[in-house]
């Protein structure tokens, strides 16, 4: 069984930076997926960014590549997701999820098993 708990989320104004981190307990294994997803008010969820547990793949919506880095901290069992430049369309519910089927990392949120309550973000003009 796997658990995941994010925080970090906050209001911000534009152009500035915030960083979530999503603690993680359980099993872990080098192939484990991790992602971020958001869902922004009235719209759909969405993939951010995803990466494997050992750290040595990446992967990035259009929208944030650039802007946004996801990266893994093995010793503390915790994702993080540092955001830069955050625009008005950054706003939304941030949520860690992990994918136990390893290997690739999936932009669909149903390969996602185990999900956290979600963080709001909400960037300001």
């Known amino acids: 069984q796997v658990q995941v708990e994010e925080s970090g989320g906050g209001l911000v104004q534009t152009g500035g930076s915030l960083r979530l981190s999503c603690v993680l307990s359980?099993?872990?294994?080098?192939?484990?997926?991790m992602g971020w997803f958001r869902q922004p008010p009235g719209k759909e969820r969405e993939f951010v960014a995803g990466i494997r547990w050992n750290g040595d793949v990446t992967r990035y919506a259009d929208a944030v590549k650039g802007r946004f880095t996801i990266s893994v901290d093995n010793a503390k069992n915790t994702v993080y997701l540092e955001m830069n430049s955050l625009n008005l369309e950054d706003t939304a519910v941030y949520y860690c999820?992990?994918?136990?089927?390893?290997?690739?990392?999936?932009?669909?949120?149903?390969?996602?098993?185990?999900w956290g309550q979600g963080t709001q973000v909400t960037v300001s003009s």
């Open positions: 359980g099993r872990t294994y080098s192939t484990l997926v």
């Open positions: 999820a992990a994918d136990p089927r390893g290997g690739w990392i999936s932009d669909f949120g149903n390969n996602y098993h185990y």
